[in-house]
């Protein structure tokens, strides 16, 4: 089973505007709007950012944002704040075999 | 507010059972919205997804782990239950428990425990 591919770090000053891309194949990512991203800050536990591609849950900030084209996933995070410093893991239902949620290597995300 | 608390052994040793409980207060974990489920973290390294399990009993496993990993439900104590046999030193991990609302996050996962460390030592 392979993880999601994800940029291992990303940089942005307050402010400005980042992009994380999740990768993925036609069996996760791309066959399916079933694409999460959790934020962790060191120490704790994630947190739900977007749900199903491009939904926030109650209570997420509306400078998060999220797409996806093909078999790529993205997270855009606008505004950049330095709260937002943290790493991010997408994540995504797949069924190649057995339907199951792979993770993404993680990205951390600093801000400068 | 909903709540969820992983506990068990802090160590294991090599070749046997981890075995973890999670607790959740605030809410039952016995409706149909929802489905229960363990996620590790190795020190230093990304998440993995274990498995979850449905209020009636219905799981699904991560395919790597599958041949190890028995996830169970205890709706009378509002608990369900991760057990890993054989574990070795990769095993060693922080795990989590979550919860995932089909109603209000899809597959999303939106309630978190604060995880647990496992080392497998001897």
């Known amino acids: 089973q392979s993880a999601l591919t994800q940029p291992a770090s990303v940089s942005g000053s307050p402010g400005q505007s980042i992009t994380i891309s999740c990768t993925g194949t036609s069996s996760d990512v791309g066959g399916y709007n079933y694409v999460s991203w959790y934020q962790q800050h060191p120490g704790k536990a994630p947190k739900l950012m977007i749900y199903?591609?491009?939904n926030r849950p109650s209570g997420v900030s509306n400078r998060f944002s999220g797409s996806k084209s093909g078999n790529t996933a993205s997270l855009t995070i606008s505004g950049l704040q330095a709260e937002d410093e943290a790493d991010y893991y997408c994540s995504s239902y797949t069924s190649s075999s057995t339907p199951y949620v792979v993770f993404g290597g993680g990205t951390k995300l600093t801000v400068l | 507010q909903l709540q969820l608390q992983e506990s068990g052994p802090g160590l294991v040793k090599p070749s046997e059972t981890l075995s973890l409980t999670c607790t959740v207060s605030?809410?039952?974990?016995?409706?149909?919205?929802?489905?229960w489920g363990w996620i590790r973290q190795p020190p230093g390294k990304g998440l993995e997804w274990i498995g979850s399990?449905?209020?009636?009993?219905?799981?699904y496993y991560n395919p790597s782990l599958k041949s190890r990993v028995t996830i169970s439900v205890d709706t009378s104590k509002n608990q369900f239950s991760l057990k890993l046999s054989s574990v070795t030193a990769a095993d060693t991990a922080v795990y989590y428990c979550a919860r995932r609302s089909l109603v209000l996050t899809g597959e999303g996962l939106d309630y978190w425990g604060q995880g647990t460390l496992v080392t497998v030592s001897s």
């Open positions: 199903d591609v491009s």
């Open positions: 399990i449905y209020y009636s009993g219905s799981t």
């Open positions: 605030g809410g039952s974990i016995s409706s149909s919205s929802y489905y």
